[in-house]
């Protein structure tokens, strides 16, 4: 290697998902490690998200006794994701090492210290599929106590949950007006932030609570950090990436690499031209991610010769933009909404057009697939007087009267009749009468005879499991009636450099770019076009990361 101002074992672009967890792997192994995050933050939307990580046949379901197998997960990524061409991030090959990887990397980070566990029921989102799961195969960190970090504390990325409880805990507040669970666990969550408060702990959440411990863990085994640093460009000498080029004090300073560069740098969800150019017809202003997820390193490794695939695809999560929040870092976003009794999305002819309980991957995708024959973007959420007691509203609580501003601005409408209501939102009452009154047959037989809404466990699961027959399935007949614009932001993009099993980025012609790693949103998903359960970006950036300095490491053996 030539001409460095320093050298490394081991370099990583940004500090997201797979980063931590592919230093840790290399720290393991007595190798020196630097990761580079050009925000002042560390822990990149991982450490904003909800930190949740598909990870099938993980050491927690067979805690619980939750039965599930690497074939019978293979079984079902095949079922979702397989059998198509133009999906190379998701070859058989990677979703097998997916499969497989995933396990040990969870194993590997419990052997780190870093203390996960599962939520105990999360359907798989297409859990009716061959090798799907019910119970769900997810993975999260426990709650953290940030203030362990000491001076790092104001170094993590915050998340966008503030309430002391896990996330499963969490999910079950909105059922506060009808389950007695609901009431011990808010009450529990009350007693223990009061307790935490006067033993000078502040425990963290979801995404939060994992960074936090990836960092944490990283710290003590000494992996090298430095924030407020872009790498600008990758260096390859005799067709090999050795480095990187960063600048410091205004001038480029070149950092060697002996076993290679993982690029762990997230999408291009900010970046309305590159938006443009893979995605028309979606917005960056309707992003979730991270301010750093803005694309140059994908086209970095373009310019060595990477080859791209599936950007056009994102994961979609349905937004609705309550006045004064369009430009919040985290908008409300409205999961579940449209899938609770008593509400439907309709397109602007004021017509149904999807199964309203789908993975919000699909939900997004079905609005602009729409869209692309009969306006849809924005759609109309239908809601009843029924809805608004019972059911959260773009993050405001059950029943609570909504901010006068909401309908000052049009935000919310409201009508005494669904007529009037068509009339407030531009669509032929008729049209909009006949939508609702064939959803509400749909609802009195309890089938979704259009979209088998309510069939699947995971549909039901999104719903109101108080409901009375269908936890998904409830008439619109209660008036007001009311109606919101939903469009379809985004967690994150899911197209990127094209990977092998190895997590080493291919060329066009299928040759390794010898030196060079990614994962995460940098890559095209090993999921291909679908979002199979919850934690199906997160998880895959750490399986990646994990399995890119598993490689490396061999390398040296
Ligand atoms: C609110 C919310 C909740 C979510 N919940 C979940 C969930 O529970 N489970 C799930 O799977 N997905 C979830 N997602 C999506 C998921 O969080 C992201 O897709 C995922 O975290 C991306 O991880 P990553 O490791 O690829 O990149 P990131 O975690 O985004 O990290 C990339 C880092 O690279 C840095 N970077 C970029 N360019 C450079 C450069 N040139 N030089 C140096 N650094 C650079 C960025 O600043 C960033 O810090 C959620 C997203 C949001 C917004």
């Not at 030539?2 to 230093?23: I, L």
């Not at 859990?127 to 790092?152: C, H, I, K, Y």
């Not at 809805?387 to 000052?408: C, I, R």
Request: with cysteine.
């Amino acid at each position: 290697m030539s001409d460095f101002d320093e050298t490394f074992d081991f370099v990583v672009v940004g500090s997201g998902g797979g980063s931590m967890c592919s230093a840790l792997a290399m720290r393991a192994k007595g190798k020196s490690v630097l990761v580079i995050e050009k925000t002042p933050l560390i822990g990149g939307t991982t450490a904003r998200s909800g930190g949740v990580m598909w990870i099938p046949n993980n050491r927690f379901m067979k805690r619980d006794g939750v039965e599930d197998s690497t074939e019978k997960s293979i079984t079902y990524l095949e079922s979702v994701s397989g059998g198509r061409n133009d999906t190379p991030g998701s070859t058989a090959d990677r979703r097998r090492t997916y499969v497989e990887q995933g396990t040990k990397m969870v194993d590997f980070l419990v052997e780190q210290g870093i203390k996960l566990t599962r939520v105990a029921y999360w359907p798989d989102y297409y859990d009716e599929q061959p090798g799907g799961s019910e119970p769900g195969r997810t993975v999260v960190a426990e709650l953290f106590n940030v203030n362990e970090l000491g001076p790092w504390k104001e170094k993590l990325r915050p998340n966008f949950m503030t309430i002391m409880a896990p996330l499963d805990e969490m999910m079950k507040l909105p059922h506060i007006k009808k389950s007695w669970e609901s009431k011990r666990l808010a009450a529990k969550m009350v007693l223990r932030t009061a307790f935490a408060k006067l033993t000078g702990k502040h425990y963290i959440t979801a995404g939060g609570a994992l960074q936090g411990r990836m960092l944490q863990a990283s710290i003590k085994a000494g992996v090298e950090f430095r924030t407020d640093t872009a790498v600008k460009e990758l260096i390859e000498e005799n067709n090999m990436v050795t480095g990187v080029v960063i600048i410091e004090n205004g001038k480029p300073r070149r950092i060697g690499s002996h076993l290679g560069v993982l690029v762990n740098a997230g999408g291009f969800s900010h970046n309305q031209a590159m938006r443009d150019q893979y995605q028309p017809g979606t917005q960056a202003k309707w992003t979730n991610t991270a301010e750093g997820d803005t694309g140059e390193i994908i086209v970095e490794m373009m310019r060595h010769g990477a080859a791209i695939a599936q950007m056009d695809e994102m994961v979609g999560n349905q937004m609705s933009l309550p006045p004064g929040t369009e430009n919040d870092p985290v908008k409300p976003v409205v999961q579940g909404n449209t899938a609770a009794p008593h509400a439907i999305l309709v397109d602007q002819s004021g017509v149904r057009y999807m199964n309203e309980a789908g993975s919000y991957m699909a939900y997004c995708k079905g609005m602009l697939a729409r869209n692309r024959d009969v306006p849809a973007v924005p759609s109309w959420a239908i809601m009843d007087s029924q809805f608004m007691k019972q059911y959260m509203l773009a993050g405001s609580m059950p029943g609570s009267k909504k901010p006068a501003n909401w309908f000052e601005s049009g935000f919310l409408k409201k009508a005494d009749t669904i007529e009037e209501l068509a009339g407030m939102i531009k669509v032929d009452p008729a049209t909009l009468r006949a939508t609702v009154d064939r959803f509400n047959g749909f609802a009195a037989k309890n089938h979704d005879d259009d979209f088998n809404r309510g069939d699947r466990a995971y549909d039901r699961w999104l719903g109101d499991p108080f409901h009375d027959k269908n936890p998904s399935l409830g008439a619109i007949e209660q008036g007001p009636f009311y109606a919101m614009e939903v469009v379809p932001g985004d967690v994150g993009t899911y197209g990127g450099v094209v990977t092998d099993a190895h997590a080493r980025v291919l060329r066009e012609d299928g040759s390794v770019i010898e030196g060079l790693y990614a994962t995460g949103i940098s890559t095209a998903s090993v999921m291909g076009r679908v979002y199979p359960g919850a934690g199906a970006s997160v998880g895959p950036s750490f399986v990646w990361g994990y399995v890119a300095a598993e490689h490396a490491l061999a390398a040296t053996a």
